[in-house]
């Protein structure tokens, strides 16, 4: 390995990551994942027999924060066996199993390894990850664990990272000087991408809780506009459902070639509370073809536990899409939208402005180490969130200008180097 490509921190992570646990953590592009990376090569060569184990939320991101990146590294000698949830590497098996909620620890049950890599360990059930502990029981096995700081009572943090001294783990922490690869310019566009919470995080490598304003950035005088002169290409809705709650839709337009690309045009919030009924499925579908009449909506993302009225809008012919529903990480994909200028509300969405300026973080659940926005006049906001994990599919197909995808790219952890 040639030491001159590598930063101090990432070089001492390498060298001296030979506890039970390893865990390296810090700012999202500090040289945290690559190194990590490296040292698991080398320990699926040099590690005790027996089977070993690459784990992370979901089985496509393994496959983008783990797979795919040692495939650039090695080539054909890392070959994934997709059906079997295997990978071949130096003559040796690894099984790659995804930890997407509670359930998910019954994966490991009954198994024994030699050592794992966890992904982004903090977005994983504990449940999960304890059972991953007991299940190394090979003689001298190894955790090989990457994550960005989350709330500084998570699970991790407190039972791990404050008890390394007291446990066989040790702990890598990163900045943003540690990844060598990255230039001053770089590192500059980053720092004035994020904001607040996100800023602390992932900028300064910080473990702190939310609190305050969830867009403590939004300014009315920076966020909103009157209606745009350039006209949408296309159009987009996202909705959020509500019976006792108000049932919200938002418009989303698009235009790659006009500034903003991107512009919330209309809502439409109905509130049965305050109107003292309550509307059909039938009813709220007619309001939603008069709140897009005489344009094409390509797409309708909605909360996937609105089942009457998604079967009622696809009855009616709409394209309905199941919404990804990580609040965190669709506030961040939509303070980055709003951030780099990408995104604005057209002033006459009062509903959807006055949620953004109230949106706050629930400090009661920030001492059970996870970070929550408060559930109060958030109705808007959640369509609008909605329409965003719809944006990462746009953007993700191309259909962005190179430095903006980057831009989008450092948030939503898909990094542009290997050194990342």
């Not at 698009?254 to 500034?259: E, F, L, M």
């Not at 709003?338 to 995104?343: D, I």
Request: hydrophobic content about 35%; overall charge negative; glycine content about 6%.
């Amino acid at each position: 390995m040639d030491n001159s490509i590598f930063s101090e921190k990432q070089l001492e992570a390498f060298n001296n990551s030979s506890s039970r646990l390893n865990i390296f953590t810090g700012a999202v592009r500090s040289g945290k994942s690559f190194i990590a990376m490296l040292r698991w090569l080398e320990y699926i060569r040099s590690g005790p027999s027996g089977p070993l184990l690459m784990v992370g939320k979901s089985m496509q991101t393994i496959k983008r924060n783990i797979i795919l990146p040692l495939q650039d590294i090695v080539g054909n000698r890392c070959r994934y066996k997709i059906g079997l949830g295997e990978v071949d590497l130096f003559g040796r098996k690894i099984h790659v199993v995804s930890g997407n909620d509670e359930r998910s620890e019954s994966k490991l049950r009954g198994s024994e390894f030699a050592g794992a890599l966890v992904d982004e360990a903090t977005i994983l059930p504990e449940s999960f990850f304890q059972m991953l502990l007991s299940r190394l029981s090979v003689r001298d096995s190894k955790c090989f664990i990457t994550t960005n700081p989350d709330n500084p009572s998570h699970w991790l943090k407190r039972n791990f990272i404050d008890r390394a001294s007291e446990i066989d783990c040790s702990v890598f922490e990163f900045q943003l000087t540690d990844n060598p690869s990255l230039s001053d310019e770089y590192k500059a566009a980053l720092r004035s991408e994020f904001t607040g919470l996100w800023y602390e995080r992932f900028v300064l490598g910080k473990w702190v809780a939310g609190e305050g304003s969830v867009f403590s950035f939004f300014d009315r005088n920076i966020h909103v506009m009157d209606m745009p002169i350039s006209q949408a290409t296309r159009y987009q809705i996202g909705i959020d459902f509500g019976i006792a709650n108000p049932c919200c839709f938002v418009l989303l337009a698009i235009n790659d070639s006009a500034s903003p690309r991107f512009w919330v045009e209309k809502e439409y919030y109905f509130d049965s509370r305050k109107e003292q009924y309550q509307k059909s499925d039938v009813e709220l579908v007619n309001d939603l073809r008069k709140f897009c009449e005489g344009i094409f909506v390509e797409k309708i993302y909605i909360d996937p536990s609105a089942a009457s009225l998604k079967v009622e809008l696809r009855r009616q012919g709409f394209t309905v899409i199941d919404a990804e529903n990580d609040v965190n990480e669709s506030i961040q994909k939509l303070s980055q939208l709003m951030l780099n200028g990408n995104l604005k509300i057209c002033s006459n969405c009062n509903m959807l402005i006055q949620e953004i300026e109230g949106y706050s973080w629930d400090l009661s659940w920030a001492n059970r180490g996870i970070d929550k926005p408060k559930k109060v006049n958030d109705h808007s906001v959640d369509a609008l969130r909605y329409c965003c994990t719809g944006l990462y599919s746009y953007i993700a197909s191309g259909n962005m200008t190179e430095s903006d995808a980057e831009a989008m790219e450092r948030v939503w952890y898909r990094p542009m180097s290997r050194y990342s």
